[in-house]
Protein backbone atom coordinates (compact mmCIF):
# COMPACT_ATOMS: atom_id res chain seq x y z
CA UNK A 1 0.00 0.00 0.00
CA UNK A 2 1.31 3.94 -1.00
CA UNK A 3 1.49 5.61 1.99
CA UNK A 4 -0.01 8.87 2.25
CA UNK A 5 2.75 11.87 2.02
CA UNK A 6 2.40 14.75 4.90
CA UNK A 7 1.62 16.98 2.68
CA UNK A 8 -1.63 15.14 1.00
CA UNK A 9 -2.58 14.13 4.46
CA UNK A 10 -2.56 17.95 5.60
CA UNK A 11 -4.36 18.46 2.43
CA UNK A 12 -7.50 16.25 3.30
CA UNK A 13 -7.22 17.38 7.07
CA UNK A 14 -7.82 21.00 5.70
CA UNK A 15 -10.47 19.81 2.98
CA UNK A 16 -12.08 16.60 3.20
CA UNK A 17 -14.35 17.44 0.62
CA UNK A 18 -11.70 17.12 -2.24
CA UNK A 19 -12.48 13.47 -1.93
CA UNK A 20 -15.96 13.23 -4.08
CA UNK A 21 -18.87 11.48 -2.70
CA UNK A 22 -20.52 8.38 -4.48
CA UNK A 23 -23.90 8.42 -2.32
CA UNK A 24 -27.41 6.56 -3.43
CA UNK A 25 -30.50 7.85 -2.66
CA UNK A 26 -32.92 5.72 0.05
CA UNK A 27 -36.33 7.12 -0.12
CA UNK A 28 -37.45 4.96 2.76
CA UNK A 29 -40.98 3.75 2.83
CA UNK A 30 -43.45 1.85 4.85
CA UNK A 31 -43.19 -1.23 3.70
CA UNK A 32 -39.44 -1.30 3.27
CA UNK A 33 -39.93 -2.57 6.84
CA UNK A 34 -40.85 -5.97 5.70
CA UNK A 35 -37.42 -6.64 4.30
CA UNK A 36 -35.59 -8.90 6.50
CA UNK A 37 -32.22 -7.89 8.03
CA UNK A 38 -30.09 -10.46 6.58
CA UNK A 39 -31.53 -8.69 2.91
CA UNK A 40 -31.34 -5.59 4.28
CA UNK A 41 -27.22 -6.39 5.13
CA UNK A 42 -26.86 -8.00 1.68
CA UNK A 43 -27.94 -5.37 -0.25
CA UNK A 44 -25.83 -2.61 2.05
CA UNK A 45 -22.60 -4.70 1.36
CA UNK A 46 -23.53 -5.05 -2.50
CA UNK A 47 -23.33 -1.21 -2.74
CA UNK A 48 -19.94 -1.15 -1.03
CA UNK A 49 -18.76 -3.64 -3.63
CA UNK A 50 -20.25 -1.80 -6.34
CA UNK A 51 -17.90 1.69 -5.04
CA UNK A 52 -21.09 3.68 -2.82
CA UNK A 53 -19.53 5.17 -0.15
CA UNK A 54 -22.77 6.50 1.85
CA UNK A 55 -26.30 6.30 2.19
CA UNK A 56 -28.67 9.32 1.55
CA UNK A 57 -32.32 8.74 3.38
CA UNK A 58 -34.41 11.47 1.64
CA UNK A 59 -36.14 11.49 4.78
CA UNK A 60 -36.55 10.34 8.44
CA UNK A 61 -40.49 11.48 8.69
CA UNK A 62 -42.90 11.13 5.74
CA UNK A 63 -46.21 13.11 7.06
CA UNK A 64 -46.96 11.04 9.63
CA UNK A 65 -45.27 7.76 8.54
CA UNK A 66 -42.21 6.76 10.63
CA UNK A 67 -43.62 8.53 13.73
CA UNK A 68 -44.56 5.56 15.75
CA UNK A 69 -42.18 3.71 17.50
CA UNK A 70 -42.28 0.67 15.95
CA UNK A 71 -41.50 2.54 12.29
CA UNK A 72 -38.65 4.63 13.18
CA UNK A 73 -36.91 1.69 14.61
CA UNK A 74 -37.34 -0.41 12.07
CA UNK A 75 -35.90 2.78 10.17
CA UNK A 76 -32.66 3.02 12.55
CA UNK A 77 -32.20 -0.36 12.48
CA UNK A 78 -31.84 -0.10 8.19
CA UNK A 79 -29.51 2.99 9.15
CA UNK A 80 -27.47 1.28 11.47
CA UNK A 81 -26.72 -2.09 8.97
CA UNK A 82 -25.66 0.57 6.25
CA UNK A 83 -22.74 2.07 9.02
CA UNK A 84 -21.75 -1.46 9.86
CA UNK A 85 -21.33 -1.98 5.90
CA UNK A 86 -18.83 0.62 5.60
CA UNK A 87 -21.23 3.36 4.49
CA UNK A 88 -21.55 6.69 5.57
CA UNK A 89 -25.05 8.01 6.40
CA UNK A 90 -26.76 11.45 5.35
CA UNK A 91 -29.59 11.81 7.65
CA UNK A 92 -32.96 13.02 5.99
CA UNK A 93 -35.42 14.94 8.39
CA UNK A 94 -38.73 15.87 7.83
CA UNK A 95 -40.81 15.65 4.61
CA UNK A 96 -44.20 17.26 4.11
CA UNK A 97 -46.35 15.52 1.05
CA UNK A 98 -47.75 18.72 0.11
CA UNK A 99 -44.96 21.16 0.03
CA UNK A 100 -44.94 21.46 -3.32
CA UNK A 101 -47.96 23.02 -3.05
CA UNK A 102 -47.79 24.84 0.20
CA UNK A 103 -44.62 26.53 -1.25
CA UNK A 104 -46.84 28.57 -3.68
CA UNK A 105 -48.62 30.33 -0.86
CA UNK A 106 -48.54 34.22 -0.30
CA UNK A 107 -45.70 35.91 1.16
CA UNK A 108 -47.35 36.39 4.88
CA UNK A 109 -48.24 32.47 5.10
CA UNK A 110 -45.24 30.98 2.96
CA UNK A 111 -43.13 32.62 5.96
CA UNK A 112 -45.26 31.18 8.04
CA UNK A 113 -44.82 27.48 6.74
CA UNK A 114 -41.22 27.93 5.58
CA UNK A 115 -40.32 28.52 9.76
CA UNK A 116 -42.56 25.48 10.45
CA UNK A 117 -40.19 23.29 8.23
CA UNK A 118 -37.39 24.53 9.70
CA UNK A 119 -38.95 23.51 13.77
CA UNK A 120 -40.13 19.94 12.12
CA UNK A 121 -35.99 19.72 10.45
CA UNK A 122 -34.67 20.73 13.58
CA UNK A 123 -36.89 18.61 16.17
CA UNK A 124 -36.31 15.77 13.61
CA UNK A 125 -32.83 15.97 14.04
CA UNK A 126 -32.52 15.95 18.03
CA UNK A 127 -35.10 12.89 17.73
CA UNK A 128 -32.79 10.82 15.44
CA UNK A 129 -30.34 11.50 17.82
CA UNK A 130 -31.99 10.85 20.96
CA UNK A 131 -33.53 7.52 19.54
CA UNK A 132 -30.90 6.03 17.31
CA UNK A 133 -27.59 6.96 18.95
CA UNK A 134 -25.98 7.37 15.44
CA UNK A 135 -24.56 10.72 14.47
CA UNK A 136 -24.82 11.25 11.05
CA UNK A 137 -22.11 12.38 8.62
CA UNK A 138 -24.17 15.03 7.20
CA UNK A 139 -28.14 16.34 7.31
CA UNK A 140 -30.31 16.27 4.10
CA UNK A 141 -33.15 18.88 3.87
CA UNK A 142 -35.88 16.82 1.66
CA UNK A 143 -37.48 20.19 0.51
CA UNK A 144 -36.05 20.40 -3.24
CA UNK A 145 -35.54 23.94 -4.60
CA UNK A 146 -36.75 24.28 -8.38
CA UNK A 147 -36.40 27.03 -11.14
CA UNK A 148 -39.92 28.36 -11.01
CA UNK A 149 -41.43 29.12 -7.16
CA UNK A 150 -37.95 31.13 -6.13
CA UNK A 151 -38.16 33.82 -8.68
CA UNK A 152 -39.63 36.84 -7.03
CA UNK A 153 -37.03 38.73 -4.98
CA UNK A 154 -39.68 38.52 -1.89
CA UNK A 155 -40.03 34.85 -1.79
CA UNK A 156 -36.49 34.28 -3.06
CA UNK A 157 -35.54 35.99 0.17
CA UNK A 158 -37.73 34.02 2.43
CA UNK A 159 -36.65 31.12 1.28
CA UNK A 160 -33.14 31.75 1.73
CA UNK A 161 -33.70 33.15 5.13
CA UNK A 162 -35.66 29.70 5.91
CA UNK A 163 -32.15 27.38 4.68
CA UNK A 164 -30.06 29.95 6.61
CA UNK A 165 -31.91 29.74 10.31
CA UNK A 166 -32.34 25.70 9.24
CA UNK A 167 -28.43 25.91 8.92
CA UNK A 168 -27.96 27.55 12.21
CA UNK A 169 -30.66 25.59 14.11
CA UNK A 170 -28.91 22.52 13.08
CA UNK A 171 -25.70 23.16 13.86
CA UNK A 172 -26.71 23.48 17.35
CA UNK A 173 -28.21 20.29 17.66
CA UNK A 174 -25.02 18.65 15.66
CA UNK A 175 -22.93 20.75 13.73
CA UNK A 176 -22.49 18.27 10.44
CA UNK A 177 -22.62 19.30 6.63
CA UNK A 178 -25.98 20.01 5.22
CA UNK A 179 -27.53 19.02 1.92
CA UNK A 180 -30.37 19.87 -0.29
CA UNK A 181 -31.40 19.12 -4.20
CA UNK A 182 -32.39 21.50 -6.28
CA UNK A 183 -33.96 20.82 -10.10
CA UNK A 184 -34.52 23.30 -13.26
CA UNK A 185 -37.77 22.95 -16.18
CA UNK A 186 -36.49 25.84 -18.29
CA UNK A 187 -38.14 28.33 -16.08
CA UNK A 188 -34.83 30.42 -15.28
CA UNK A 189 -31.43 31.19 -17.53
CA UNK A 190 -28.90 28.27 -17.14
CA UNK A 191 -26.97 31.27 -15.54
CA UNK A 192 -30.06 32.69 -13.36
CA UNK A 193 -30.25 29.13 -11.82
CA UNK A 194 -26.51 28.98 -11.42
CA UNK A 195 -26.93 31.97 -9.28
CA UNK A 196 -29.94 30.26 -7.26
CA UNK A 197 -27.53 28.02 -6.21
CA UNK A 198 -25.30 29.92 -5.39
CA UNK A 199 -27.02 32.05 -3.01
CA UNK A 200 -28.47 28.67 -1.51
CA UNK A 201 -24.45 27.44 -1.18
CA UNK A 202 -23.71 31.50 0.54
CA UNK A 203 -26.02 30.22 3.39
CA UNK A 204 -23.57 26.98 3.72
CA UNK A 205 -25.75 24.36 1.95
CA UNK A 206 -24.26 22.56 0.19
CA UNK A 207 -26.38 21.73 -3.41
CA UNK A 208 -26.84 18.60 -5.25
CA UNK A 209 -28.40 19.17 -8.79
CA UNK A 210 -30.92 16.79 -10.24
CA UNK A 211 -29.90 15.94 -14.31
CA UNK A 212 -33.32 15.66 -15.07
CA UNK A 213 -32.56 12.67 -17.19
CA UNK A 214 -35.31 10.64 -15.90
CA UNK A 215 -38.16 13.18 -15.55
CA UNK A 216 -37.40 14.21 -19.33
CA UNK A 217 -39.27 17.71 -19.82
CA UNK A 218 -35.72 18.64 -21.35
CA UNK A 219 -33.26 17.08 -24.36
CA UNK A 220 -29.98 16.03 -22.93
CA UNK A 221 -28.47 20.00 -24.90
CA UNK A 222 -30.88 21.45 -22.71
CA UNK A 223 -30.03 19.80 -19.83
CA UNK A 224 -26.23 20.12 -20.30
CA UNK A 225 -26.29 23.76 -20.53
CA UNK A 226 -28.29 24.15 -17.02
CA UNK A 227 -25.54 21.36 -15.40
CA UNK A 228 -22.59 23.04 -17.08
CA UNK A 229 -23.61 25.85 -15.51
CA UNK A 230 -24.34 25.08 -12.26
CA UNK A 231 -21.92 21.99 -11.70
CA UNK A 232 -19.56 22.16 -14.46
CA UNK A 233 -15.92 22.10 -14.27
CA UNK A 234 -15.70 25.61 -14.78
CA UNK A 235 -14.57 27.87 -12.11
CA UNK A 236 -16.73 28.99 -8.96
CA UNK A 237 -19.61 26.57 -10.13
CA UNK A 238 -21.44 26.49 -6.91
CA UNK A 239 -23.26 23.20 -7.03
CA UNK A 240 -21.34 20.56 -4.58
CA UNK A 241 -22.28 17.23 -6.76
CA UNK A 242 -24.88 16.06 -9.67
CA UNK A 243 -27.82 13.87 -8.92
CA UNK A 244 -28.30 11.31 -11.79
CA UNK A 245 -31.57 9.49 -11.97
CA UNK A 246 -31.80 5.98 -12.37
CA UNK A 247 -35.54 5.98 -13.95
CA UNK A 248 -37.81 6.75 -16.73
CA UNK A 249 -41.17 8.62 -16.33
CA UNK A 250 -44.23 6.02 -17.67
CA UNK A 251 -46.20 7.75 -19.88
CA UNK A 252 -49.93 8.77 -18.20
CA UNK A 253 -51.07 11.13 -16.00
CA UNK A 254 -50.71 8.99 -12.95
CA UNK A 255 -47.10 9.33 -11.89
CA UNK A 256 -45.08 6.27 -12.15
CA UNK A 257 -41.58 5.39 -13.07
CA UNK A 258 -39.60 2.15 -13.88
CA UNK A 259 -35.72 1.67 -13.92
CA UNK A 260 -33.87 2.62 -16.79
CA UNK A 261 -31.98 -0.43 -18.85
CA UNK A 262 -29.20 -2.03 -16.98
CA UNK A 263 -26.76 -0.45 -19.44
CA UNK A 264 -27.84 2.67 -19.23
CA UNK A 265 -28.08 2.17 -15.37
CA UNK A 266 -24.12 0.84 -15.38
CA UNK A 267 -23.14 3.44 -17.54
CA UNK A 268 -24.13 5.89 -15.23
CA UNK A 269 -22.80 4.62 -12.35
CA UNK A 270 -19.20 4.60 -14.29
CA UNK A 271 -19.88 8.65 -14.24
CA UNK A 272 -16.81 11.02 -12.55
CA UNK A 273 -16.55 14.13 -11.84
CA UNK A 274 -13.36 15.64 -13.18
CA UNK A 275 -13.87 18.48 -10.65
CA UNK A 276 -14.24 16.63 -7.32
CA UNK A 277 -18.10 17.06 -7.05
CA UNK A 278 -20.09 14.03 -5.97
CA UNK A 279 -22.16 11.53 -7.62
CA UNK A 280 -25.41 10.79 -6.26
CA UNK A 281 -28.08 8.29 -7.47
CA UNK A 282 -31.69 8.51 -7.13
CA UNK A 283 -32.11 5.90 -5.99
CA UNK A 284 -31.63 2.63 -4.51
CA UNK A 285 -34.86 1.08 -5.61
CA UNK A 286 -34.14 1.18 -9.28
CA UNK A 287 -30.57 -0.43 -9.02
CA UNK A 288 -30.98 -3.77 -10.36
CA UNK A 289 -28.85 -5.03 -6.97
CA UNK A 290 -32.51 -4.07 -5.42
CA UNK A 291 -34.46 -6.05 -7.37
CA UNK A 292 -36.10 -8.49 -5.10
CA UNK A 293 -35.44 -7.10 -2.28
CA UNK A 294 -37.02 -3.33 -2.53
CA UNK A 295 -40.84 -3.23 -4.02
CA UNK A 296 -40.05 -1.05 -6.96
CA UNK A 297 -43.72 0.89 -7.09
Not at 37 to 62: P, V
Not at 67 to 83: C, D
Not at 173 to 186: E, H, N, R, T
Request: overall charge positive; hydrophobic content about 40%; charged content about 20%.
Amino acid sequence: MKLLTPVFLAFLLICPQAIAMKGIFWQPQLRDNQVSEAKWQSLMHSLRREGFDTLILQWTRYGDAFTHESESLALQQKAAAARSAGLRLIVGLYSDPDFFTRQKQPAAAQANYLNYLRTQDISQARSWLQKSGIEPDGWYISAEIDDLNWREDTSRQQMLKWLGDTRFGLAAVSDKPLYISSFFAGNMTPESFAGLNRQVKERGINVWVQDGSGVGKMNSAQRALYLDAAAGCQTATPASGIVYELFSINPGKTFSASPKTESVITALLAKKSSCHKDSLYFSLRYLPQALGTLDRR
